[in-house]
C-alpha cells in the first residue's frame, strides 16, 4: 500500500502479509526516493525496514538476506539498463 507519493521522486509504502493461521507474520516499509545530481547523472536511494516474526523469520533469514542482496542487485542492474537505454 502506497502510504505517500510524490512523482516522480519519491514513494513510500508499506507491505504486510502473514501465513495462515498467523504462523509468520511479514511487515515491511520501504522508500525509493530519485534525485538529479547533474545534466545525466542521477542518483537512486532505497531502503527497507523489514520485520519478520514466527516459523518464517526463525528459519529462514539467513536465506532472505542472501536473497534481498541479489534481488538489489538485479533491480540496479535493470534501471540501470533501463535508463541507458532511453538515454541512447
Known amino acids: 500500500t ?13 507491505t504486510q502479509g502473514d501465513e495462515g493461521g498467523r504462523a509468520s507474520r511479514l511487515n515491511a516499509t520501504s522508500s525509493l526516493s530519485i534525485a538529479a545530481l547533474e545534466e545525466n547523472r542521477t542518483t537512486v536511494s532505497y531502503s527497507s525496514d523489514i520485520k519478520i516474526a514466527g516459523r518464517l523469520g526463525k528459519f529462514s533469514i539467513g536465506v532472505m538476506h542472501k536473497m534481498a ?5 538485479k533491480f ?12 541512447n
Open 76 to 87: 540496479i542492474a535493470a534501471l540501470r539498463a533501463g535508463i541507458e537505454s532511453e538515454l
Open 69 to 73: 542482496e541479489k534481488m538489489s542487485d
Open 2 to 14: 502506497t502510504t505517500e507519493e510524490r512523482p516522480p521522486e519519491f514513494s513510500n509504502y508499506v
